[in-house]
């Protein structure tokens, strides 16, 4: 953690409760700046929405491949109140649009499984 060339995060906010999680945004955030000069990369897999991604990849149901990428347009530097800004609501907006459509791809395939 201390000289990351990579970082690979899965569910990393999954158990926290919304002021830890905050600080944990934070916290990845600080990491991030204090390594982008270098040769610095991150893949967060995650239900969750975070505050410093640069760009998301929604993935379709079955199967598994990208199906849409989202650039995170916002300035730098970030901090938490970018959570309420118009572009980070809109983004949301568009990735639970995306998210619901496969879900109820999943949820339709299912059905005719079961």
Same mark, same amino acid.
């Given at each position: 953690?201390? =000289?990351?060339?990579? $970082?690979?995060? =899965? &569910?990393?906010? #999954?158990? @926290?409760? /919304?002021? !830890?999680? /905050? +600080?944990?945004?934070?916290? $990845? $955030? &600080?990491?991030?700046?204090?390594?982008? /000069?270098?040769?610095?990369?991150?893949?967060?897999?995650?239900? *969750?929405?975070?505050?410093?991604?640069? %760009?998301?990849?929604?993935?379709?149901?079955?199967?598994? *491949?990208? *199906? %849409? !990428? @989202?650039?995170? =347009?916002?300035?730098?530097?970030? =901090?938490?109140? +970018?959570?309420?800004?118009? #572009?980070? #609501?809109?983004?949301? &907006?568009? !990735?639970?649009?995306? +998210?619901?459509?496969?879900? $109820? %791809?999943?949820?339709?395939?299912?059905? %005719? &499984?079961?």
């Amino acid at each position: 953690m201390n =000289d990351p060339k990579v $970082l690979l995060l =899965d &569910e990393p906010y #999954r158990a @926290l409760d /919304s002021l !830890t999680k /905050s +600080v944990m945004h934070e916290a $990845l $955030l &600080e990491i991030y700046y204090r390594n982008r /000069s270098q040769s610095f990369s991150s893949l967060t897999i995650s239900k *969750k929405r975070s505050f410093w991604d640069t %760009k998301v990849v929604i993935m379709t149901t079955r199967p598994c *491949k990208p *199906k %849409k !990428t @989202l650039e995170v =347009d916002i300035a730098h530097p970030r =901090d938490y109140s +970018v959570l309420t800004s118009k #572009r980070f #609501r809109q983004l949301i &907006e568009e !990735t639970n649009d995306a +998210v619901h459509e496969e879900a $109820l %791809k999943a949820f339709s395939a299912g059905e %005719k &499984e079961g």
